[in-house]
């Protein structure tokens, strides 16, 4: 077993490489044309109503992985 065995890297040709940058380049774009999608919508929020949002994801989120955590050991 070699826990510290060097991984092989895979080089790209120049051709692959504007791809990927291509490829990069448009899902930064998507994510910038989302978020301020989602900040125009959200400008009217208050600091309370952020707040309740934020509670109300973070009891939702606890209670999907409790009910994961209690059928995991059924």
Known sequence: MNFFKKKKTLSLN?????????????????QRKVADFLNQKTTHL??????????LFCGISASYLICLLTSAFK
């Open 46 to 55: 208050s600091a309370r109503a952020w707040l309740s949002l934020l509670i």
């Open 14 to 30: 120049a051709a692959q490489q504007r791809s990927a940058e291509k490829i990069a380049l448009e899902i930064l774009n998507l």
